[in-house]
């Protein structure tokens, strides 16, 4: 697996990516992507250890390491089922609490 390093301390939090994956992917698919990167994170990550990632311009995916983001965004404690939305483009991402129905 391919490590990805991205030094958050270059980006801005924001609250706009994930209205941003739902106007570029429609919200059905967006909530597909959320959740096939949380299946990625219960399937290969490692809680407390992993995050994983959407890149909002492809829906890609990849899990990157919490110790990333630890300094500049987690000042509170990790919660389970968290993506980070993430735009190389705009210098920005936004970490998502998924919803429990």
Request: charged share 25%; aromatic share 6%; glycine share 4%.
């Amino acid at each position: 697996m391919k490590s990805i390093q991205i030094e958050f301390s270059k980006y801005e939090s924001v609250n706009s990516l994930w209205s941003e994956l739902i106007e570029n992917h429609g919200f059905e698919r967006a909530k597909n992507i959320v959740s096939q990167a949380i299946d990625l994170q219960k399937m290969n990550g490692n809680k407390n250890v992993t995050m994983p990632i959407i890149f909002s311009g492809t829906g890609g995916l990849a899990l990157i390491p919490i110790q990333s983001l630890k300094e500049k965004t987690l000042k509170s404690n990790s919660k389970e089922n968290q993506v980070l939305i993430f735009n190389l483009k705009r210098k920005s991402f936004q970490i998502l609490n998924e919803a429990k129905h």
